[in-house]
């Protein structure tokens, strides 16, 4: 069974930035295509990027283009999320995903049902 456990969110002030990090155990990450998904107080969980499992094409939703950037480890079975010029408006709960199938760049990449596997979320906070 697959095990996902994000870390790094916390609060910051906007225009900061943070680092989270989501860290993969019980099989080899190269084999998962992995993705952030984030979700807001009483909305729906969203998605924010993915990565296929090379590391080679990165996919990002058009409120985070230019300010995120997503990478991977599979040496250390870890992916991570830069978030740089953070916005009140990111705030929420961050969890990672990974799925085998998935292809990151295709239709409905950020469709959270494709995805088999899920971290806990780890709290992202932006305010001053």
């Known amino acids: 069974q697959l095990q996902l456990v994000e870390s790094g969110g916390e609060l910051v002030q906007p225009g900061g930035s943070l680092r989270l990090s989501c860290v993969v155990a019980g099989d080899a990450l190269e084999y998962y295509t992995m993705a952030w998904f984030r979700q807001a107080p009483g909305k729906e969980r969203e998605g924010v990027s993915c990565?296929?499992?090379?590391?080679?094409?990165?996919q990002y939703t058009d409120f985070v283009k230019g300010r995120f950037t997503v990478s991977r480890d599979n040496a250390k079975n870890t992916m991570y999320l830069q978030m740089d010029n953070l916005e009140p408006e990111d705030t929420g709960i961050y969890y990672c995903a990974a799925d085998v199938l998935m292809y990151c760049g295709l239709d409905g990449t950020f469709a959270t049902t494709k995805y088999d596997y899920w971290g806990q979320g780890t709290q992202v906070t932006v305010s001053s």
């Open positions: 990565i296929t499992k090379s590391g080679a094409k990165t």
